[in-house]
């Protein structure tokens, strides 16, 4: 089914708990939508102000249940620090609102299920960004797969690097288990990657074997870190393809590299996120960069939204997946929107990274596909079911 990203939702009214860099990128989203950005919600007085300002919106509630009182609004987008997720949305869905709720959906698997089943059972969209399944080139990479162009797959390789916790005195909320949650690499940013796989190959990742590291024991704030800087995974999927995923938060120069490049029968496919316009297809004669272009597949072609040359990137991916939340909650079913089952699906890949650098073993992750029939919504579909 294709899916057309050029709706505006202009009765669509929407409250953004939380003020950071994230509430602001929804905002954006949200109004590329047509949406309307009603009220925002943070704690703090000089908070509100802020947020008020960098996200455009008409009001600046005192707390979040002020925020989820409001009848006007009909979707809450949660922008908060991870350990907040599960208590939010659990009052954004008791208060009959449909959710988006950044990633890690929770800091656990149970509570992750727990939501996905509460979200389930009152009919709300309950939408996870994992944006990346938005750029046009990952829809094509996953079109070229889903036909056979690339044909039988042999290796994934991917990497998802960053370089803004590179130094000791770079510090974040995030580097502290209260507030990010037990991982902080994996969950962040290899979430993001496990699930761009898992996506564009509909093959999902059976067993893994990982090593993290902490390379900076103390920083700014945070003197005894607990959460990884950097993690390297050997996995094996489902159809039996072999590959290994790097994740790192510390590495100099990359700003925000998702790489993935996948190794067909065919031809070899490369994405990097630092450029997403392009396509790099491999073969025996070597690698064909292609901008992306109009005569894409018809699944990648609403993702498309300006003329090739006039590059799209990280926002437009963004705008493309608030669009289609949207489009779900007037009642469509678009293709590859990530549910709450996708947020599950990586927290339990998390708990798997961090289980097996306890162990020293390789761990079998949960059956991805027995749980997305179990609990319905669009990821049947995104797990190639
Ligand atoms: C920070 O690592 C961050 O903003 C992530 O939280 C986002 O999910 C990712 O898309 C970009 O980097």
């Not at 950005?37 to 704690?43: I, P, S």
């Not at 902080?184 to 093959?203: K, M, N, P, Q, W």
């Not at 990742?205 to 990982?210: D, E, H, N």
């Amino acid at each position: 089914m294709t899916t057309t990203v050029t709706h505006l939702f202009p009765q669509t009214r929407i409250g953004i708990v939380g003020g950071g860099l994230m509430a602001q990128v929804h905002s954006r989203a949200a109004r590329a939508a047509g949406a309307e950005v009603l009220a925002v919600a943070t704690r703090t007085a000089a908070g509100r102000i802020r947020a008020q300002g960098a996200t455009g919106a008409e009001l600046a509630y005192r707390s979040a249940e002020e925020l989820l009182a409001d009848d006007r609004i009909d979707v809450v987008h949660i922008c908060t620090p991870n350990g907040s997720h599960a208590e939010l949305v659990r009052a954004a869905l008791a208060a009959g609102k449909h959710v988006v709720c950044e990633k890690p959906l929770a800091t656990s698997a149970a509570e992750a299920e727990q939501l996905v089943q509460l979200a389930a059972g009152t009919g709300l969209v309950a939408a996870v960004p994992f944006v990346y399944r938005f750029h046009t080139v990952i829809r094509e990479v996953r079109a070229r797969v889903a036909s056979g162009i690339t044909g039988r797959l042999f290796t994934i390789q991917g990497a998802y690097l960053q370089d803004w916790l590179a130094a000791p005195a770079d510090d974040d909320w995030r580097v502290d288990p209260t507030f990010g949650g037990p991982s902080r690499a994996f969950a962040d940013i290899g979430s993001h990657l496990c699930d761009a796989i898992e996506f564009v190959t509909g093959d999902p990742i059976r067993r893994l074997c990982a090593r993290v590291r902490t390379v900076h024991e103390s920083r700014a704030t945070n003197k005894n870190v607990a959460t990884e800087d950097a993690v390297t995974v050997v996995f094996e999927t489902d159809a039996g393809v072999i590959g290994t995923l790097h994740v790192s938060q510390v590495a100099h120069g990359r700003k925000n590299a998702l790489l993935l490049e996948i190794a067909g029968e065919n031809e070899s496919l490369v994405f990097d996120q630092e450029n997403p316009d392009l396509l790099r297809v491999g073969t025996r004669a070597g690698f064909l960069a292609r901008l992306r272009s109009d005569d894409v597949d018809p699944a990648a072609r609403p993702y498309s939204r300006i003329p090739a040359g006039h590059a799209q990137g990280y926002q437009d991916a963004f705008n493309a997946f608030v669009a289609d939340t949207y489009r779900a909650v007037t009642g469509s079913t678009p293709d590859g929107l990530p549910t709450f089952a996708d947020g599950l699906r990586a927290v339990e890949l998390t708990e798997a990274v961090l289980r097996s650098d306890a162990d020293g073993s390789w761990i079998d992750t949960p059956a991805a596909l027995a749980r997305t029939r179990r609990f319905g919504g669009h990821s049947l579909a995104s797990l190639g079911a």
